[in-house]
């Protein structure tokens, strides 16, 4: 057996029912104990989220980065090729009822990912001035007591950055470009690690003030991308969705790559990249929201609730749509090609849909690369405190030179890394489930918000 046979046996062992379970549970228990957060309070949320950005500013509080800023280099790290080349894989290797189960973890992921970031926020350390540390590591170790567990999810997340992060980013990112452009894949390399070392050399706030905006205008961009393509195809829409709801259920017997699939697979393959795309679960978006400048853990857990709906289910449906209703998933190309040739296929011509999709690809790419850089960055200061920062910052560049070759099995790896990280966080929300549902009812009841170092026990009487 080879080493990417190997691989693969390891990922569909961490992948398999227990996985499922675990992310479904954890899922259905916030849901339940918050009321069902992500449909009773979908209009407060996306008030007091998107609809700030349009009102007068707030005041903060004490963090690192502002609400937003923090948002959206959570954004830049759950927004990259996951969602499109990732969207993309699922489709061709579990049919397109793999999109209906992404939508499932996501709905679930709402909440899911509203109480990391509240938990994040709670449990936060100081560590300098106006610095926090926090995310799963900390909110495992003060909540729970459990250090090991803690120490092992900083391990993986450490190492996961230049999985999810970096290998995988750079080479789709890569490829795209010599497809596009014939831009060699070593031109490319030098590049990505030059681009991303200027930032990131500068830290957290610069990394803050080139993803507010970086994330928007790539969002933009690929949504107006696929619109073109779906507009094209309008009239397969219906029969798009079809697919993708009748696939979950019934074993696809059509044509592409998928052709016998197994319900199991689409549902296998739907919540690996589900997972990858929107990262609920993951334990990674805290990280950064626990920089954010707020005076309250709920304020900035709204952020997180919101970040999954434009990821899942806005972004994800797109490139679904623009696959599917393409006929670029009947190809039998691989899953980079697939996505490029939705693009190149349409009205648009193959010079400026390639064009277009490399791009976006490059841009989602670039700015998930910064996100995960502070990711790995933070789990390793955990572990080693805050003067390995620069060394963190060294070698995660040369890194993407390395993954732009593609010469390592980078989504087997990356799936692989995705679980390390997200057994040991699951473990601890639903463990925590009882403070993180105190906090939330505390909040909508309008009493004011304490602090954990102030007082450890004042939300246990909403644990019942």
Known sequence: MNFEAILTQIGKLLWGPPTWALLGLVGVILSHRTGWFQVSKFGYYLQNTVGKLFTKKEKLGPGE?????????????????GNLVGSTTAIIFGGPGAIFWMWV???????????????????????????????????????????????????????????????????????????????????????????????????????????????PFAAIL??????????????????????????????????????????????????????????????????????????????????????????THVVCTFVALAVITSGAWTQGK???????????????????????????????????????????????????GAQSNLFYRVIYCPALYIGSFGVVPVWLIADILNATMAIPNVIGLIALSGVFVGIVKAYFKGEKYVPYDEDATYYKRYQS
């Open 222 to 311: 690929m949504i107006v991308g696929c619109t073109l393509v779906i507009l094209q195809n309008i009239t397969l829409v219906p029969h798009a969705f079809a697919l993708i709801i009748g696939g979950a259920f019934t074993t696809q017997g059509a044509v592409g790559g998928f052709a016998g699939a197994a319900i199991a697979t689409a549902i296998r393959f739907g919540l690996m990249r589900g997972i990858f795309s929107n990262e609920a679960g993951l334990g990674s978006a805290p990280i950064a929201h626990a920089t954010a400048q707020t005076n309250h853990p709920v304020s900035q857990g709204l952020w997180g609730a919101i970040e999954v709906v434009l990821d």
């Open 65 to 81: 980065l502002t609400p937003f800023q923090a948002f959206t280099t959570a954004m830049a790290a759950t927004m990259g090729v």
């Open 105 to 215: 973890i996501g709905f679930f992921g709402i909440t899911t990912k509203f109480a990391e970031i509240v938990l994040a926020v709670h449990y936060r350390e100081k560590v300098g001035e106006n610095k926090f540390l926090g995310g799963p590591m900390k909110y495992i170790e003060k909540g729970l007591g459990w250090k090991p567990l803690a120490v092992v999810f900083s391990i993986a997340g450490a190492i996961a950055a230049f999985g999810i992060g970096n290998l995988v980013q750079a080479n789709n990112v890569a490829g795209a470009m010599l497809r596009a452009f014939g831009i060699p894949r070593a031109v490319s390399g030098i590049a990505l690690a030059l681009l991303v070392g200027i930032v990131i050399i500068g830290g957290l706030k610069r990394i803050g003030q080139v993803a507010e905006r970086a994330v």
């Open 334 to 384: 691989p899953a980079i090609d697939t996505f490029m040739y939705a693009f190149s296929s349409s009205f648009i011509g193959p010079t400026i849909g390639n064009s277009l999709a490399a791009i976006s690809i490059f841009f989602f790419a670039f700015t998930t690369m910064l996100g995960w850089a502070v990711y790995g960055e933070r789990c390793l200061e955990y572990l080693a």
